[in-house]
T-cell receptor, first 113, second 110 residues
Framework: GAGVSQSPSNKVTEKGKDVELRCDPISGHTALYWYRQSLGQGLEFLIYFQGNSAPDKSGLPSDRFSAERTGGSVSTLTIQRTQQEDSAVYLC???????????FGPGTRLLVL | EDQVTQSPEALRLQEGESSSLNCSYTVSGLRGLFWYRQDPGKGPEFLFTLYSAGEEKEKERLKATLTKKESFLHITAPKPEDSATYLCAVYGGSQGNLIFGKGTKLSVKP
């Protein structure tokens, strides 16, 4: 079946602009995660959605970052007033339930000039 | 604080030269340890899940093992196509997210 998909695959923006990154999880997966991978760093957890529960936002680095998940499926990660340090690969993952294997999308490579 | 440390950071092998990658962890109540492979420009690809000390899993030239403090990914007679970054991650405590190590970049030369 189809895996996790993300769009765009690459995004170049200017400092101060807002960006939206999209994630389409595997059908039927109730849990969805966003991670950030910076050069030379491990994957950094950002936010986690589980069904209809309130999301776990504990990993968001600042209030410029926000995410929503509509209808329990597609998710959008929004970064407002982008900064150069936001440049990274943003990865989305999903799984059938918390604690189970997470399956990752190909990522969105964000470059802030 | 929950933590995952992988070593070495980089490993260069000749084709056929077997070796092991290490993942040591400190977590309150391990609920699963995961190995992923990541190729350049791609998302992590799931390899194995281990749940309890003594457990082993195998896939082709790869074997993952788990103790109470660490996990090893053994690579037997590697081929150039095994070149990738190998990531280790754990679920622990009450967290819903995975905690990742920084990975080991493996290069296998023909």
């Amino acid at each position: 079946g189809a895996g996790v998909s993300q769009s765009p695959s690459n995004k170049v923006t200017e400092k101060g602009k807002d960006v939206e990154l999209r994630c389409d999880p595997i059908s039927g997966h109730t849990a969805l995660y966003w991670y950030r991978q910076s050069l030379g760093q491990g994957l950094e957890f950002l936010i986690y959605f589980q069904g209809n529960s309130a999301p776990d936002k504990s990993g968001l680095p600042s209030d410029r970052f926000s995410a929503e998940r509509t209808g329990g499926s597609v998710s959008t990660l929004t970064i407002q007033r982008t900064q150069q340090e936001d440049s990274a690969v943003y990865l989305c993952a999903s799984n059938p339930d918390r604690g189970e294997t997470q399956y990752f999308g190909p990522g969105t490579r964000l470059l802030v000039l | 604080e929950d933590q995952v440390t992988q070593s070495p950071e980089a490993l260069r092998l000749q084709e056929g030269e077997s070796s092991s990658l290490n993942c040591s962890y400190t977590v309150s109540g391990l609920r699963g340890l995961f190995w992923y492979r990541q190729d350049p420009g791609k998302g992590p690809e799931f390899l194995f899940t281990l749940y309890s000390a003594g457990e082993e899993k195998e896939k082709e030239r790869l074997k993952a093992t788990l103790t109470k403090k660490e996990s090893f990914l053994h690579i037997t007679a590697p081929k150039p196509e095994d070149s990738a970054t190998y990531l280790c991650a754990v679920y622990g405590g009450s967290q819903g997210n995975l905690i990742f190590g920084k990975g080991t970049k493996l290069s296998v030369k023909p």
